[in-house]
């Protein structure tokens, strides 16, 4: 009776994913998913005209993306990111060892606070300011090349937790072919750019992505408008 109980339970269970195509934190949600297997349904929001069920769901911040497991609703993607290698724990996303999971962490964190918002600056800015937000940029690169050093992986021989919240230089690979500037290069970062291949390669990684000149016709209009939410 139990067994089928549990089977009931699996069939019925609901996810859903509320996001936008162009956003990276929605892709790193999708990513997560599809590595463990997860059916979801996705659901496409209009941020100039956010959807009943989003400010449902988010209420505090009314931003994508939100996860909704069962009929209650997860928000902000590395928190999402957690939530789904602990509800679902095959093919585990994060370390198991204690430090390790704190370090995974650290490296996402760091990459959201301080990669991102110089990454979303330096597209918006010029001249001096713009020259100084680079040299800014390419410390925090050098900084991760530091720590991905002779890995496959930042997690190790396979795609995890600060591999999805890297997506960020997937999308400053594009945006700086975009806008036509020269931030990361494979002559700076020749490790960097070795994991980018190694990412874009992945299959599940890779049907993630939004179409490339899709994705790059939209940069060169996105940074007339606000900022991309997290």
């Known amino acids: 009776m139990a067994a089928i109980s549990l089977q009931t339970a699996t069939m019925t269970e609901e996810v859903k994913l509320f996001g936008t195509w162009a956003s990276i934190f929605s892709r790193r949600i999708e990513v997560a998913l599809k590595l463990k297997g997860v059916q979801f349904e996705y659901i496409e929001e209009n941020l100039s005209n956010k959807s009943p069920a989003l400010l449902k769901y988010n209420p505090v911040h009314k931003k994508i993306p939100v996860l909704v497991h069962n009929g209650k609703p997860v928000a902000e993607s590395l928190v999402i990111l957690e939530y789904i290698d602990e509800t679902w724990k095959h093919n585990p996303i994060l370390p198991t060892d204690p430090y390790e999971k704190a370090m995974a962490r650290f490296w996402a964190k760091y990459i959201d606070d301080k990669l991102w918002p110089a990454v979303t600056k330096v597209l918006v800015s010029k001249g001096e300011e713009q020259k100084g937000v680079i040299e800014e940029i390419q410390e925090q690169l050098k900084t991760l090349e530091s720590e991905l050093k002779e890995k496959k992986f930042f997690g190790g021989e396979s795609l995890g937790f600060v591999d999805i919240a890297a997506n960020i230089i997937v999308f400053l690979l594009v945006a700086q072919e975009a806008l036509g500037m020269e931030i990361l290069t494979e002559e700076k970062f020749p490790v960097l750019h070795g994991w980018y291949q190694r990412l874009v390669d ?12 899709q994705h790059l016709s939209s940069v060169k209009v996105w940074f007339g408008s606000s900022t991309p939410s997290k």
């Open 202 to 213: 992945d299959a599940v990684f890779k049907e993630c992505m939004p179409p490339r000149e």
